[in-house]
């Protein structure tokens, strides 16, 4: 007799299986399909339309001001550099006389050896370096070809020993900042 119970168990077993898993499908299918299926009046669509909508133009305007904001950051940080450059230059460029006549006031000593000569020298190269370390390079101008964007000519002289459109003597030193012209070397050409 058990072993009759224990065949009816095997026997009931695979039936029991089958039996539940058609209450899972039929439970899955019956969640699907309520998912599906809505009824919703006209109104309530319409209402869930015009929500839609009015989202959509909220992440659109959300969007637009984040970049707004970013292009404002943006635009912000690069006038703050130009206007640090800008200074930068209009200070530079109002100590270039100084630069001009500390020069003459060497080249008025000629070849003295005496304590005074010594003591501008010294200045001269002290605002020489202090000018370096600002980035602020001379324009190198004898010997080299004329070029409108560094050298303004003033005068022309004709001289067969030099090739023609070469600069032969300066006669204001030009300066440059990086890869802008803060003054142009005022020359004498050759042609």
Not at 18 to 30: M, Q, R, W
Not at 66 to 87: F, H, L, P, S, W
Not at 102 to 116: K, M, N, S, W, Y
């Amino acid at each position: 007799m058990a072993k009759e119970m224990e065949e009816k168990k095997e026997e009931q077993l695979p039936d029991e299986a089958a039996a539940e898993n058609t209450a899972e499908e039929t439970v899955e299918t019956a969640s699907e399909s309520e998912q599906e299926t809505f009824t919703v009046s006209k109104e309530q669509m319409e209402k869930m339309e015009a929500l839609a909508s009015q989202l959509s133009e909220q992440q659109d305007k959300f969007l637009r001001l984040a970049a707004e904001y970013d292009n404002y950051r943006k635009r912000t940080a690069k006038e703050k550099e130009g206007i640090y450059a800008d200074a930068k230059i209009e200070t530079l460029t109002a100590m270039l006389p100084v630069y001009d006549n500390l020069e003459r006031a060497l080249a008025q000593f000629g070849d003295d050896d005496t304590p005074h000569r010594k003591g501008v020298e010294m200045i001269f190269t002290q605002f020489k370096e202090s000018l370096a370390k600002l980035g602020v390079t001379p324009i190198e101008a004898v010997g080299q070809p004329f070029n409108p964007e560094m050298h303004n000519a003033v005068m022309h002289i004709e001289d067969e020993n030099v090739a023609e459109n070469t600069v032969v003597e300066v006669l204001q030193q030009g300066f440059m900042l990086g890869d802008k012209v803060l003054r142009f070397a005022i020359v004498k050409v050759a042609n």
